[in-house]
């Protein structure tokens, strides 16, 4: 009992000195485990980065935005004949022409294409509606897939952007955002409330996807009459 009235004594009377040494041992403690103390504004910012930003990432704005001033003109500036490619194909390899010209889409390959064709047939009876398209010289025969929605499958416009990267958004979500967004877009501009007829002509530029048993098409721009 004694002792613990001299510790007591001892306490009071070197109070300042027991606040140093404690705050000496609580710094060692930090600087021995690698902590680090966090303010409350530092708390705030943390708080304020990436992972809250990712809540204001809004897709169809972006998508409005940069449709007619990125988007379109780069299809126009980078397109190539879709004869071109198919001719290409057919002389070559597919994977000969796609290391060359396209971009890899795991085992398929997208290009940049333009041309016209003829609507051979029309399939809506799933959301995912296709039209199969004829190309000049016409010969009553398809020789690609046209998709006309109002869904279409794959992220292909996203993806032959060479100006955008998956780094330059916060996660996954946004990124397949965009390639849907992308995807509605084309279908509102080009094709909702347009019916497509056996028979008709059509203009195109778009994104085809080859592999060696499909050739499907992704517009970003349809127009008929073969304009």
């Not at 204001?56 to 879709?82: C, G, H, M, Q």
């Amino acid at each position: 009992m004694e002792e613990l009235k001299k510790m007591g004594f001892f306490l009071k009377k070197n109070k300042s000195l027991v606040i140093t040494t404690l705050t000496l041992i609580g710094f060692m403690v930090i600087l021995f485990t690698g902590s680090t103390v966090v303010s409350n504004e530092d708390m705030q910012a943390n708080a304020d980065g990436p992972s809250a930003s990712s809540t204001d990432f809004n897709a169809e704005e972006y998508v409005e935005e940069t449709w007619e001033s990125e988007v379109l003109p780069y299809f126009e500036d980078n397109k190539r004949d879709i004869m071109e490619i198919f001719n290409q194909i057919n002389e070559k390899d597919l994977a000969v022409v796609g290391e060359e010209l396209g971009v890899k889409d795991g085992s398929s390959f997208n290009f940049i294409v333009a041309g016209k064709g003829e609507v051979v047939s029309v399939n809506t009876e799933s959301r995912k509606g296709v039209s199969e398209i004829d190309v000049e010289p016409y010969d009553g025969s398809p020789d690609f897939t046209l998709q006309i929605g109002p869904v279409f499958e794959g992220y292909a416009i996203r993806d032959v952007l060479d100006y955008i990267k998956f780094e330059d958004f916060n996660n996954q979500i946004e990124w397949a955002q965009l390639g849907t967004t992308y995807n509605t877009k084309s279908y509102q501009d080009n094709l909702e409330g347009i019916e497509l007829k056996e028979g008709l002509e059509i203009s195109y530029t778009g994104v085809l996807t080859a592999s060696e048993e499909v050739s499907l098409l992704t517009p970003v721009l349809v127009r008929g009459g073969g304009e």
